[in-house]
């Protein structure tokens, strides 16, 4: 329904209009403005005066400013994570695999001490005490205590852009912590570790084939994600990976996108896995597919990461040393590195990276060389075994 009234700017501000009624002439404000990108629209009539009119403008601004700045001063640690994650995981940022990791590390880390504290009361020196007497208390590496800090980073550097704090405290904080583990192998404990795979009663053959592919340094991911259409008897195409929490997704990098050459044990050991694979897709009532892992439970589910991880652990206590599949790559590049006449790149090639170093950085490699490499380190592991 149109309005009845006719409207005149006043002069001395155009956002106050007045206009004729029988009862003489009344005052309209009507303005908009825009506070931490939303627009926020006033409007009221009936005055009686421009001077009432007036004030009523100044304290609808003054009171709407206040109520948005005090919501927004009100917003815990919490508050805001819930804001940040969702809008990683609508923006693209996170995938879910991503943003449930994430929440898990906010839960165990973060949100007991700091969940309710308004974002405006973190300060520098509460979060760098209690991170020292938390790394302390949970005896943490310093890469955990790293990472803990990029979270919390993570959320005040946002809220700081958004204009919900005037500063982020958290900078320049001292991550302190255990130092990494060594994840170096000596000769003998490399052997030994091959010995394990080979001759251990306690694996079958699925288990078998996951350390002889960790061994030729596929990362943990990679081998979950082995599909039998990448095994192509001495080599495999290393194209895809898989999580602990179910996500089959590409390789991390350009450069990871590769092809690996096998030992004829380690051809052989595969064919024995992909036999016990059909097997117990069969047993669960269907074929097994060229698009299939290669690598499954019992149940015909996928074998993930976090069943390598337990794998290792149980060899890391029957060998009594340390033993993850991260050191088996560490093993690798430094054993080939030793080899007399190894060209760089293609250990680089073989391992998934882009750059051996700046020098190399253009020297590319065969993958004659790649299958060169493979059979001398084969062949210098059984004479040396």
Do not use: C
Not at 47 to 55: H, I, M, P, V
Not at 63 to 73: I, P
Not at 287 to 310: A, K
């Amino acid at each position: 329904m149109a309005n009845k009234y006719t409207y005149t700017k006043e002069k001395r501000d155009p956002q106050i209009q007045w206009y004729p009624t029988k009862q003489g002439k009344r005052w309209r404000v009507k303005f908009a403005f825009v506070v931490r990108g939303k627009t926020v629209h006033i409007e009221k009539q009936g005055f009686k005066s421009f001077d009432e009119a007036r004030a009523f403008k100044a304290k609808a601004y003054d009171n709407e400013m206040e109520n948005r700045v005090t919501v927004h001063k009100r917003y815990t640690v919490d508050d805001y994570w819930r804001i940040y994650a969702d809008n990683k995981v609508k923006s693209g940022a996170w995938r879910s695999s991503t943003a449930y990791a994430r929440e898990q590390g906010y839960k165990a880390y973060l949100k007991d001490y700091w969940g309710k504290v308004l974002l405006k009361d973190v300060t520098r020196l509460e979060y760098q005490n209690w991170l020292s007497d938390y790394v302390i208390k949970h005896d943490l590496a310093k890469s955990t205590s790293q990472h803990i800090t990029a979270m919390m980073g993570g959320i005040m550097s946002d809220a700081l852009v958004n204009e919900l704090i005037t500063r982020n405290p958290i900078k320049k904080i001292t991550n302190s912590g255990r130092e990494p583990q060594d994840l170096s192998l000596t000769r003998k404990q490399y052997d030994q570790v091959l010995d394990y795979m080979r001759y251990s009663p306690d694996l079958n053959a699925t288990q078998r084939g996951v350390i002889v592919l960790a061994a030729h340094a596929l990362r943990r991911s990679e081998v979950a994600g082995m599909k039998l259409k990448y095994f192509h008897g001495d080599y495999v195409d290393v194209l895809g990976q898989l999580n602990g929490y179910g996500d089959y997704t590409d390789v991390k990098s350009v450069a990871s996108r590769r092809s690996v050459p096998l030992t004829k044990e380690a051809r052989d050991i595969l064919l024995e896995a992909i036999a016990r694979a059909r097997g117990i897709y069969l047993l669960n009532g269907r074929p097994m597919t060229d698009d299939d892992f290669i690598f499954v439970n019992d149940s015909g589910g996928p074998f993930y990461t976090q069943y390598i991880t337990v794998l290792f652990k149980k060899m890391s206590r029957d060998l009594e040393f340390h033993i993850a599949p991260h050191m088996l790559r560490h093993a690798f590049s430094t054993f080939a590195f030793g080899l007399e006449g190894a060209n760089p790149r293609d250990i680089s090639n073989i391992m998934g990276h882009k750059n051996v170093s700046m020098s190399l950085y253009y020297n590319l490699g065969t993958d004659d060389g790649k299958r060169e490499l493979i059979d001398k380190l084969d062949e210098d592991l059984r004479s040396n075994g």
